[in-house]
């Protein structure tokens, strides 16, 4: 087997003098060295230095395949780095990793955390609603930042959230001769000269956060009052089981709550179909508030005529618009092992289900809830309408 062709260094603040024997004969053999522009001149490698295109992309790596070729990257190139990017594009005998401390690593050094009981999140390029399934009181949070004035925006978005009461520690440079940290509150926030690189360890004080179960209060979303209310949806999440990295179809998703909740429960990804227009901007605004519109891509239009393009699903959800055409289209299109649930509040939607139920297998579940309202002086039952749930797996 040939020797690998690129290298992919993690390097930190202290530069060359930071990189073990093996990071620096491999840097020194490169006849190309991609990185940021810092990264590129705290290694010193001149002419040699491919500073990384904007919007990035690695099509100028791959094209040196075959010569000595290495890439710089902050810390441990596969923790929030380039190298699991890389790494998907190549096989394995083409390259080789030298990993240095991460930055997380480095702060949890500094501040004396476990590690492994922290929150690392990568918040440079992503939006702070991320936090939101860490966050609660008591958490400890480590996130990577964009760029100095991110603490600042932060430090505002805490306590728009109940969470001003935080302490901050502003990692700035860490493992380098600029390292500083300093502590402040959220709600105290007063910093105007943070230097990147930067990150912000996060000792929450707040409210208890979100909560981690389903069946989220309706008031967290935005709708028209068509939503999958809070205790059917807690229901409808069981019986799609949820699990790490796996796809959702929400056909019919209204205000996406079904989605939502399915990539908060595990962290998994969803496509979102809705045919009315003037649900999609609710959609659209839940996503936003959740942090989950890079895992959530949404569709306007009928979920049939949609089908055809749809990436495989591994568990489907049908808040409306399920006919005998639509359903036999929709089974057709599943594969093996992937989970269908229907949910049904009208006899004619009930009939349809049973009849599939009788045919494909699965189960059929009634639903009959009821809220106690003001009766009078008194309370009462105030019934809601029954829901018909059928629940199935695709066999081989």
């Known amino acids: 087997m040939a020797e690998p062709w690129l290298s992919i260094i993690g390097i930190g603040e202290d530069g060359l003098a930071g990189l073990g024997v093996s990071s620096r004969n491999a840097l020194a053999a ?33 094209a040196c395949r ?37 930055t997380f690593a480095l702060a949890a050094a500094r501040l004396g955390w476990a590690l492994e009981c922290t929150a690392c999140l990568g918040l440079h390029a992503a939006p702070f609603e991320g936090m939101l399934t860490h966050l609660r009181a008591g958490a400890r949070l480590l996130c990577l930042l964009r760029d100095g ?52 360890a996060i000792e929450a004080a707040g409210p208890p956060g979100l909560p981690r179960a389903p069946g ?31 796809m959702l179809w929400d056909l019919g998703a209204g205000s996406g709550s079904i989605a939502v909740e399915w990539c908060l429960a595990a962290g998994g990804r969803a496509v979102a179909v809705e045919r009315r227009a003037d649900r999609l901007a609710g ?30 699903a591994d568990a489907v959800f049908v808040g409306g618009g ?3 055409a639509t359903l036999a289209a929709l089974w057709a299109r599943l594969r093996p092992g992937a989970r269908l649930v229907i949910n049904a509040v009208t006899l004619e939607t009930e009939h349809l289900l049973a009849e599939a139920a009788a045919r494909l297998g699965g189960t059929l579940l009634r639903f009959e809830l009821a809220e106690a309202k003001p009766l009078g002086s008194f309370r009462g039952w105030v019934p809601a309408r029954p829901i018909v749930q059928w629940s199935v797996t695709k066999c081989a």
């Open 216 to 246: 989220l209060p309706d008031d967290r979303f935005v709708h028209d009052g068509q939503i999958t209310k809070a205790p059917v949806r807690a229901l409808t999440l069981s019986a799609l089981a949820p699990r790490g990295g796996e």
């Open 322 to 324: 399920a006919t005998a």
């Open 149 to 200: 004035a991110a603490p600042a925006r932060l430090a505002a978005w805490l306590c728009d959230r109940g969470f001003g009461d935080s302490r901050l520690h502003v990692l700035e440079a860490l493992g380098g001769p600029r390292e500083r940290i300093r502590a402040t509150r959220a709600r105290d926030f007063a910093l105007d000269d943070v230097a990147t690189p930067v990150a912000i």
């Open 66 to 102: 075959g010569r000595r070729t290495a890439v710089l990257a902050s810390g441990d190139p596969f923790w929030h780095g380039a190298g699991a990017v890389l790494a998907r594009a190549l096989e394995a005998g083409e390259w080789v990793a030298y990993p240095a401390p991460s």
């Open 30 to 62: 490169a006849e190309f060295v991609f990185g940021g522009p810092r990264h590129l001149a705290l290694a010193g490698v001149g002419a040699r230095g491919r500073p990384w295109p904007v919007p990035f992309d690695i099509g100028p790596v791959i």
């Open 283 to 312: 959609l659209d605004a839940n996503l936003a508030a959740f942090g989950l519109r890079d895992r959530v891509t949404v569709i306007g239009g009928e979920w049939a005529d949609a089908l055809p393009d749809l990436p495989a």
